[in-house]
């Protein structure tokens, strides 16, 4: 489940919240959340380092005890979720592969575990490999389904994630519900999306479980974010912080309320530090370049970026911020040609919309307007509704003179200010 959230809404994705309006309103009230900037108690995570020190007795004084290695692993898991390090996702990996190296990879809960290790890691295709492994033992075959839905979405094989959601299909699941939202929203239907990601949230709320509470008002804070009810996004992520006031994912989506809907950005930055004192990772420092970029404030906006590719080097992501590297080196001519390349990787991994979008954007600001429009034409037009690839659509139909293909996007786009963040407006503005 912990996993799931990466899935549909890119975790690691601030980026992904909302739908709009450019007058200032104020939502938000520093009162109700302050409280939870800054803790330095973290239950999770100390229990998370008990057990892992718990475990890890038992395993050195009983080592032939495999199922050990999953308890620990569990909880390296528990500790990359609550603080960013990426050593605790490696290190997740390493003792899941040592437990399936010990079973031979026959044992399917520990299969499905490092899949979702894999996903987290954006190594979506070997996650594939491990979910049809898992399928091919047999046991626990809808388990196997879900992940296989969450797996194929990724990749953009459609058709196989909707046998596999059909496969799974019942209405008082928790786990069907959020992945039929899931589809829904992919498809461009929020609101029906919406209503399924309620019914999950009422399934939590009547069995009380806090884990699925979580999960459900913070997700439905992204949802409620991108059909415009800001009020409702607010009172969402409130919710998940009431229960869990270390969850830094509905954290940041209450800065990126103060930031996009009320342009206050000392008090986004004052909410983003807070959260990184804990929960560090490299798209905090893009989140504040893009504030100090509203700001006008160039230093700062260069010395963040400068600060988000210094802790890329000294940490191995992998390809998890392949997206993000790629739509900055096309920003400047200079390095355009490095976001084709990214953007040619992300294609081979995953070829889907969002991945197609990168190398179309690339393209076209490397001035090559025709091979960019025909990759746009041929597999981002029609395939996905996120906001910033709308806009990279129009550019890219604006600077093939294509003016009525243009405005129809524009149109949309303005009404989609507010997940695009505040720097968009004139842009949007300007097709």
């Excluded at 475990?55 to 009983?62: G, I, L, V």
Aim: proline share 2%; charged share 25%.
């Amino acid at each position: 489940m912990k996993t799931l959230k990466i899935i549909p809404f890119l975790v690691f994705t601030i980026l992904l919240i909302f739908g709009c309006e450019t007058k200032s309103e104020q939502i938000t009230n520093a009162d109700d959340y302050t409280k939870y900037l800054g803790l330095k108690d973290n239950k999770s995570v100390t229990f998370a380092q008990n057990e892992i020190d718990f475990w890890q007795k038992k395993f050195d004084a009983a080592p032939n005890q495999i199922s050990y290695l999953s308890q620990i692993a569990a909880n390296y898991s528990t500790l990359f979720e609550y603080t960013g390090d990426i050593k605790n996702l490696y290190k997740t990996e390493e003792l899941l592969i040592q437990s399936n190296e010990a079973y031979d990879y026959s044992r399917v809960s520990t299969v499905r575990s490092l899949a979702r290790n894999y996903i987290s890691q954006h190594r979506f295709k070997e996650a594939l490999v491990l979910a049809n492994k898992a399928l091919a033992i047999g046991e626990g075959k809808k388990e196997t389904q879900k992940l296989l839905f969450d797996v194929q979405m990724e990749l953009g094989n459609y058709p196989e994630a909707v046998k596999n959601l059909n496969a799974i299909r019942d209405m008082n699941s928790f786990d069907y519900l959020i992945r039929l939202a899931k589809w829904n929203d992919h498809k461009g239907d929020l609101e029906t999306a919406i209503t399924f990601m309620e019914k999950a949230r009422d399934i939590a709320e009547k069995e009380d479980n806090k884990v699925l509470k979580i999960w459900s008002y913070s997700n439905l804070g992204d949802f409620y974010g991108h059909a415009g009810r800001i009020q409702d996004s607010y009172d969402s992520f409130l919710k998940t912080v009431a229960l869990d006031p270390n969850y830094s994912y509905a954290l940041k989506g209450i800065a990126w309320i103060v930031f996009s809907k009320e342009r206050n950005t000392e008090e986004a930055n004052r909410i983003i530090d807070a959260i990184a004192t804990t929960h560090n990772t490299p798209d905090f420092y893009l989140l504040k370049s893009q504030i100090a970029q509203f700001d006008g404030n160039k230093s700062e906006e260069i010395k963040n970026r400068n600060a988000y590719f210094s802790m890329m080097e000294k940490n191995n992501y992998g390809a998890m911020y392949n997206k993000y590297n790629a739509l900055i080196y096309a920003e400047d001519k200079n390095t355009a040609q490095k976001a084709i390349e990214i953007a040619k990787i992300e294609v081979a991994h995953r070829p889907t919309a969002d991945s197609y979008d990168l190398l179309a954007w690339a393209y076209l600001n490397v001035g090559d307007n025709k091979k960019a429009l025909e990759i746009a034409q041929l597999h981002v037009a029609g395939k996905s509704f996120e906001p910033k690839i709308q806009y990279h659509l129009a550019m890219i139909y604006k600077s093939n003179n294509l003016p009525l293909k243009t405005k129809p996007i524009k149109d949309e786009l303005l009404s989609s200010l507010y997940e695009l963040g505040p720097n968009f407006e004139k842009k949007v503005n300007q097709l």
